[in-house]
C-alpha cells in the first residue's frame, strides 16, 4: 500500500472537505494508473469540498472532475508507460475517485492522448468547463450557426460570468 496526497469532499452534514494523506486503495478501480500532474477547479469540486451540493454518490470521495498526467501503470496495450494522457467525465469526482490526488487510476477508456501542441496544464487551464463550451459551440455549429452569421442568428449565452459560459462566449467571439 502507498500513501499519497488527496482532497477528500466533505460528506453530508460533516466538516468540509480536506487535503489529506490516503492509501492507494482509495484510488479505486480502472486498468490506467496516472501520475496526476494538474486538474481544474470546477463548481462541482466547490460544491464537493463544501459539501454544499449533493454531487458525491459515495465517501470517502477525492474530488476533481478531471485530470491531465503521465500513465505510471496500464494494464492493457492501450498506453504506455510515460504517455500523456487527459481524463475528464466518466463520474470523476462524483462516482469515481477524481483527479485532486497524486494518483489516479482510471478505466483506459476514459482516457485521451495529449493532442500534439499541448500540455498537461494548459489542457487543464482549458478544462472540463472549456471542454463543454466547445461541444455547446460544435452543437450550434452543427444546427447551422457559421462564423459571421450573427447577423442573422444571434446567439445569447446565459450564465456567461461561469466557466462555461465565459469560455463559450470567448469561443463564439473568435
Not at 470546477?42 to 470517502?60: E, H, I, M, Q, W
Not at 496500464?74 to 483527479?99: K, M, N, R, S, Y
Request: hydrophobic share 45%; charged share 15%.
Amino acid at each position: 500500500m502507498t500513501t499519497l496526497r488527496a482532497v477528500l469532499a466533505a460528506e453530508p452534514d460533516g466538516p468540509p472537505g480536506r487535503l489529506t494523506e490516503i492509501d492507494s486503495s482509495l484510488l479505486g478501480d480502472g486498468d490506467v494508473t496516472v501520475r496526476v500532474r494538474w486538474s481544474s477547479l470546477n463548481y462541482k469540486d466547490g460544491l464537493a469540498v463544501t459539501g454544499k451540493g449533493r454531487v458525491v454518490r459515495s465517501f470517502p470521495m477525492i474530488c476533481g472532475v478531471d485530470l491531465a498526467g503521465t500513465v505510471e501503470a496500464c494494464q492493457t496495450d492501450a498506453f504506455a508507460l510515460g504517455d500523456e494522457v487527459i481524463v475528464t467525465g466518466f463520474g470523476l469526482g462524483e462516482d469515481h475517485p477524481g483527479g485532486f490526488a497524486d494518483l489516479a487510476r482510471v478505466h483506459s477508456e476514459w482516457c485521451v492522448p495529449m493532442p500534439a501542441g499541448l500540455d498537461s496544464r494548459r489542457a487543464m487551464a482549458i478544462g472540463t468547463a472549456g471542454l463543454t463550451s466547445m461541444l455547446c459551440v460544435m452543437a450550434l455549429e452543427a444546427h447551422g450557426l457559421t462564423p459571421g452569421a450573427s447577423a442573422e442568428m444571434p446567439v445569447v449565452v446565459t450564465g456567461a460570468a461561469g466557466g462555461v459560459g465565459s469560455v463559450a462566449v470567448a469561443i463564439l467571439a473568435g
